[in-house]
């Protein structure tokens, strides 16, 4: 694995291996010291064109905790705000040694153009781009659910131990995606990731927040959230945020995506109401930031089967692997170790 681009090129053993690394990464964060030696000597850029904070933090923390040399570079403050290109921009990290470069961009194919276009030679992490995709959000997301449902907690079991899911898939898991997905690259990256690992997958949302060609992605598509917690009785519920920067003219509602935020709940947020149709074992999760009070109340985010605050500790340990994978040798005997 040369970078990491899309979920879609993802196989099935690829996306497993990165999962199994997770796994053994996450039990390394319980000890007392949680840095490791991997990947010394290394320099990973996180090359940001967009404001984040759970995901540049988490790349952050992952290559800190592997102990290479982690450079922050910011569109806001920097050359690009004088009209520096991508090229330019990717010559000069180049230049510095860059070994990955991790890149949020604004526009579509950032990222690939980035890791195709000859400009340098680093591993090219896509943290982002467009509406496109998220590759390592979809990850933590299979991670989150393998820990919770894999393996054979089929019959609702929850527990931390890792033993029993390694090299597992997620087979058989019915998990429904609602909400905005036309904006949503982490749906995008999500129904491909999941359909790889043998999950089926559902999304509700109103017609308008549909992307044109979502009847050729490997899911099924319903317009009616309850109707789908009653006839799916999905595992997991993915709350998606409602992207209202994303929508022209939207102000406080939905512009012409939904008549009013209070609409929009009502037909397609998580309360407590709902959140008591689905089964025991249901876990409910979110990729955060939360618009508390549309696509998810206060009850539905801080209730027991909430896993929205552990995705973001399994995104460290996802992040890791990703990194350790790519930076660490193509082939196992080449690895540094990882305990």
Excluded at 88 to 93: M, S
């Amino acid at each position: 694995m040369k970078h990491l681009l899309s979920t879609a090129d993802l196989a099935r053993e690829d996306a497993i291996t990165i999962l199994d690394t997770a796994a053994q990464m996450a039990a390394t964060q319980s000890r007392e010291i949680k840095k490791l030696p991997t990947l010394r000597g290394r320099t990973v850029v996180n090359l940001f064109y967009e404001d984040s904070t759970r995901t540049r933090i988490s790349f952050e923390t992952a290559a800190k905790r592997l102990s290479a040399d982690v450079i922050n570079f910011s569109a806001k403050g920097s050359s690009v705000s004088k009209g520096e290109s991508l090229k330019d921009t990717a010559l000069t990290l180049a230049a510095m040694g860059a070994d990955a470069v991790v890149c949020r961009h604004q526009a579509s194919g950032a990222p690939h153009l980035l890791a195709h276009a000859g400009w340098l030679d680093s591993a090219v992490v896509n943290a982002g781009d467009g509406m496109h995709q998220h590759p390592t959000q979809a990850l933590l997301d299979a991670f989150t659910m393998r820990r919770h449902l894999g393996g054979d907690r089929t019959d609702g079991r929850v527990g931390p131990d890792d033993a029993l899911v390694r090299g597992a898939d997620l087979a058989g898991l019915r998990v429904a995606i609602v909400g905005d997905v036309l904006h949503s690259r982490v749906a995008r990256s999500n129904v491909h990731l999941l359909h790889t690992l043998g999950a089926h997958v559902t999304l509700v949302a109103p017609p308008t927040l549909l992307p044109v060609g979502v009847g050729t992605w490997p899911c099924d598509v319903s317009y009616h959230l309850d109707e789908t917690l009653r006839d799916v009785a999905p595992d997991v519920v993915m709350m998606l945020r409602v992207q209202r920067e994303r929508m022209s003219g939207s102000g406080t509602g939905g512009g012409a995506f939904f008549p009013n935020p209070l609409e929009y709940t009502r037909k397609y947020g998580l309360d407590a109401r709902r959140l008591a149709l689905l089964p025991p074992h249901s876990i409910v999760m979110h990729p955060g930031p939360m618009n508390r009070g549309l696509e998810i109340s206060a009850e539905a985010a801080d209730s027991p089967r909430a896993v929205i605050v552990e995705q973001v500790a399994n995104g460290v340990a996802i992040r890791m692997a990703v990194l350790y994978l790519l930076l660490a040798g193509d082939d196992s005997t080449e690895r540094a170790p990882i305990s």
